[in-house]
């Protein structure tokens, strides 16, 4: 059964008038498990899908399932909820709340979902130890490099035990060397946890890395191959 | 138009998120961690709106203790003066204080009345009419007191006001009077002048007097318009017998007055007034109530502006912070937990505000600890039976209730920002540049 599904999804911005069509019927189904790619040139809706998927935005036409509950039946806050429990996000320019510090930030989650704090330390060491920042748990944002910020931000999303990392365009800011340690260290996590990725992505190295590549263009999806056959 | 049923759903509704928004505000150390930090993450902003908060505060309970102050020395000059804290009299004295409302027996049912009553610091009995004392110069009308000048000296100021000659002692026929009318007179201490007024019987009575000390108190009206003599001295001119008008009562403090006044009344039955200096005076209470009325007055007029000063700051806030709440939605943090964090900064921000405001406060009445000094207006204080010095008097209330307004008002002043802030799509936060 899939995890995250979108049947039949459009998406159509509506700016002062001026309508731009994002998503024009995208059937998508993501299992457990996968390790996936959404990528296709710029404006060809990527980041407008995962969206969708990660319950940040609603369809204007067709259904988004997460484990088979349609996500334009639950409230607002049921949706936050979702996503609380069941997505992690790692975001482009790594979004990490500058306020807190490396292990605040990974805490962070784990305080909405009501973890003990004494479990929210064990599990934010170990996860900040897993990406290799232990020594930084204490630095802010700001005192770290953009690599170093991703790698907590991963760390923020996995620590809540997600089915699905919806990761956009996570390599973007980063160098070959710094974006190759962190692919690395997702598809580590991928393999050694079972949490599902779907990425967003121009980079070539990341396509690559992925065991499924869904191609988008025009709103539409125009291929989707998995590694070992179509 | 909402029907009925929509309109409860919707104040269910809205009842639900603030119970959210307290809850996530009860149990989330870390939203105050939070909302901590995002007060002073552009630290000169916090600090310029910490200040406007802690020099409104500051203006608001110092004014407030200088008012409190001058309209408490009014009270505290007419009671130390002439009012004393409760006085007796005749009943109808009050209404018409003529001779012929006057307690019997130099007042001997009040005296043993006050035997005993721990409430009671000093007492003292008092003849009190009108006449016209005259000069080799001038005339005026004046109120006369009798007094007995040993006891008087206990429950007033009046032996301490002495400003020339002497106060009364044992000698016959000696007066005191207020320099304002010794001035109008052209009468110095020693000055020979008559007293005449009518008798209880209706005769015309007049006696001369020497002038033995002149007083000045903070009251001018009091000062211009009053003559004191001895009490037999006045009970023979106005041929009154050994009766007399009042019985001033000086309490123990004025907190036990209530006490003291019932106590009184119920010892002494109906034939007599018993009233308190509110009532023997309302325009001073009423000056109390005015003075809690101008207070409202003042607060919103500051915490408008407060209001208005958080909100701007919370909304630029929120504005450059916005693809961040976006993270944080998106993070899974709920409506009301955003809520709960913007208005926590408000009210944060306040309470740092609040904090420095009672410093400045602090500061402000250990500097004034003896007072203002309101020379120049001297006068006019006079005529108010104010002097020319104030010390603020600052009450416990003057700091709560300005901190429960203000901290009220930030919540207020942090809904609409907060509010903004939870409503807004995360993936549209997300896009904000």
Redesign the interface.
């Known amino acids: 059964m899939a995890i995250l599904e979108a049947r039949e999804v459009h998406k159509v911005y509506d700016t002062r008038g001026v309508r731009t069509r994002a998503l024009d019927g995208v059937d998508l189904a993501l299992a457990e498990g996968e390790f996936a790619v959404l990528h296709g040139p710029s404006g060809c809706g990527k980041t407008t899908l995962l969206n969708l998927l990660g319950a940040l935005d609603e369809p204007s036409e067709g259904r988004v399932l997460l484990e088979g509950r349609d996500l334009a039946a639950l409230s607002a806050g049921e949706r936050a909820e979702l996503r609380l429990r069941k997505l992690g996000f790692v975001f482009q320019a790594y979004n990490l709340i500058p306020v807190f510090t490396a292990r605040e930030n990974v805490e962070f989650v784990m305080e909405l979902q009501g973890v003990p704090p004494g479990e929210r330390k064990e599990r934010s060491d170990g996860i900040l130890g897993e990406v290799g920042l232990a020594e930084l748990a204490d630095k802010r944002p700001l005192e770290m490099s953009g690599g170093q910020q991703q790698r907590v931000a991963v760390a923020r999303a996995i620590v809540g035990r997600p089915r699905v990392v919806l990761a956009d365009e996570p390599t973007a800011n980063l160098d070959s060397a710094t974006a190759g340690q962190l692919l690395e260290l997702m598809e580590e996590l991928n393999r050694e946890h079972g949490t599902t990725f779907l990425f967003s992505t121009h980079d070539p190295m990341v396509i690559a890395k992925a065991r499924r590549r869904i191609r988008l263009r025009d709103g539409r999806v125009v291929a989707d191959e998995r590694e070992g056959g179509a | 138009m909402r029907r009925p049923a929509e309109l409860r759903a919707q104040a269910r509704e809205a009842a639900g998120f603030t119970a959210a928004v307290l809850r996530a505000l009860a149990g989330?150390r870390?939203l105050w961690?939070?909302a901590w930090?995002?007060v002073w993450?552009n630290g000169r902003r916090a600090v310029i709106v910490a200040t406007a908060v802690a020099v409104g505060i500051a203006g608001v309970v110092l004014s407030m203790a200088i008012n409190f102050g001058m309209i408490l020395q009014m009270i505290e000059t007419a009671i130390s003066t002439d009012l004393g804290h409760v006085q007796v009299h005749a009943r109808g004295f009050q209404d018409d204080p003529g001779l012929d409302r006057l307690l019997g027996d130099g007042g001997r049912g009040g005296i043993e009345a006050l035997e005993g009553l721990a409430e009671v610091r000093a007492w003292a009995p008092r003849l009190r009419s009108e006449g016209l004392l005259s000069s080799a110069r001038a005339s005026a009308g004046v109120r006369v007191l009798a007094v007995d000048p040993a006891r008087e000296a206990r429950i007033t100021s009046l032996a301490g006001s002495i400003v020339a000659g002497e106060y009364l002692d044992g000698a016959r026929r000696r007066l005191l009077m207020g320099e304002a009318l010794a001035e109008r007179l052209h009468v110095e201490v020693g000055a020979k002048v008559v007293l005449s007024a009518t008798d209880a019987r209706g005769d015309l009575a007049g006696e001369a007097f020497r002038v033995a000390g002149l007083f000045r108190t903070a009251s001018l009206e009091l000062d211009r318009s009053t003559v004191y003599v001895r009490l037999d001295e006045g009970q023979r001119l106005f041929q009154v017998g050994d009766t007399i008008s009042e019985l001033v009562v000086v309490a123990r403090s004025r907190e036990a007055v209530p006490r003291l006044k019932a106590a009184l009344r119920e010892r002494m039955g109906g034939d007599v007034e018993v009233q308190s200096w509110g009532e023997l005076a309302p325009v001073l209470e009423y000056f109390v109530e005015i003075f809690e009325q101008m207070a409202w007055i003042v607060y919103a007029a500051v915490f408008i502006a407060m209001a208005f000063g958080i909100a701007n700051v919370l909304l630029m806030a929120v504005f450059e912070r916005t693809?961040?709440i976006g993270?944080?939605?998106?993070?899974?943090?709920?409506?009301p937990?955003v809520v709960g964090m913007v208005a926590l900064e408000s009210v944060l921000l306040t309470l740092v505000g609040l904090v420095a405001g009672f410093a400045l406060t602090g500061l402000g009445l250990v500097l004034l600890r003896d007072g203002i000094d309101l020379s120049p207006w001297a006068q006019g204080l006079n005529i108010m039976g104010v002097g020319a010095t104030i010390v603020p008097v600052v009450r416990l209330a003057d700091f709560t209730t300005p901190s429960v307004v203000a901290v009220l008002t930030a919540l207020l002043a942090g809904l609409w920002p907060a509010v903004r802030a939870a409503r807004a799509?995360?993936?549209?936060a997300?896009r904000h540049v």
């Open positions: 989330d870390f961690r939070l930090r995002n993450r693809r961040e993270v944080v939605r998106a993070l899974g943090m709920s409506g937990r799509r995360p993936a549209e997300l």
